[in-house]
């Protein structure tokens, strides 16, 4: 997938893994047979996607107008009033690139625009007229807000108990149910209220519920016409109970 959403605009953040636990293979794994170690883990991939600026992403962007400015990259630093920080992070090219801060980034376009070349003034614009300001440019931030004490090692055991949703004799419905509180974690982390969280691979639509019940509106797709109905289901569930805690 890495090659295909890189080509499509989505840039690599990071690595999330959800260890289950050994007590997600208790029984189930024949150790004379398995000609591996048991996998008690799931990946929750993090990518965003970038905004660009005349169809180029931001990291390039910047590159671009310093260079254009005819300034010495190392330039960069005096700019920001770094050691070397600013060219080390800012001018990167791969998945290591920093997003400069607000304030680093008026300091940048703020040199830039003082001593680089006057022919090609402006530099950093958007509209080719004013230079952005540290706060435009924040905007063009991917949200992430992380929570402390979290990190990317998630232990929680899988899907039991109340959570599950079962068939009349007790069976599973989907085996990749997830858990409603990891994908409340990642959607708080990553969204603000009132944001759309879109879930393609829908199942029984956890991560829509768990968008609901952080005030995100949910949209989200589900081929499968048992499952579709199952997670429908979970949606009028909760409804009759917040109208029941409602009433009480
Ligand atoms: C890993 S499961 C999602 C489980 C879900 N996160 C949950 O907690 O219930 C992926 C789902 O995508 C569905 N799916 C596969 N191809 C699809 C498609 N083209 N459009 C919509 N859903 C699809 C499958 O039927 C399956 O239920």
């Not at 530099?123 to 924040?138: C, M, N, Q, V």
């Not at 991560?207 to 949209?219: D, E, T, V």
Request: charged share 25%; aromatic share 10%.
């Amino acid at each position: 997938m890495h090659p295909v959403l890189e080509r499509h605009g989505w840039r690599y953040v990071n690595c999330n893994v959800w260890n289950r636990g050994v007590g997600h293979i208790a029984g189930n794994v024949n150790t004379q047979r398995i000609r591996r170690f048991p996998v008690v883990t799931e990946v929750c991939v993090q990518y965003v996607f970038e905004a660009r600026i005349r169809g180029v992403p931001l990291k390039q962007w910047l590159l671009s107008e310093w260079r254009r400015s005819g300034l010495p990259l190392r330039q960069a630093n005096e700019a920001c009033g770094v050691r070397d920080a600013a060219v080390r992070k800012y001018s990167d090219q791969t998945h290591l690139w920093y997003f400069p801060p607000a304030e680093a980034m008026d300091r940048l376009v703020r040199y830039a625009n003082q001593h680089g070349d006057p022919r090609g003034r402006p530099y950093f614009s958007l509209d080719e007229r004013h230079p952005i300001t540290g706060a435009g440019w924040r905007r063009m931030r991917s949200k992430f807000n992380c929570p402390h004490g979290v990190t990317n090692v998630w232990e929680r055991s899988a899907v039991r108990g109340e959570e599950r949703i079962k068939l009349e004799g007790g069976r599973a419905v989907h085996l990749n149910q997830k858990p409603l509180d990891l994908m409340e974690r990642i959607i708080a982390a990553s969204s603000e209220i009132d944001d759309v969280v879109w879930e393609p691979f829908g199942g029984l639509f956890s991560a829509s519920l768990a968008a609901q019940r952080r005030g995100r509106r949910a949209c989200a797709a589900e081929i499968d016409p048992t499952y579709f109905q199952f997670g429908v289901r979970r949606f009028e569930r909760e409804d009759q109970q917040l109208r029941l805690l409602a009433s009480n």
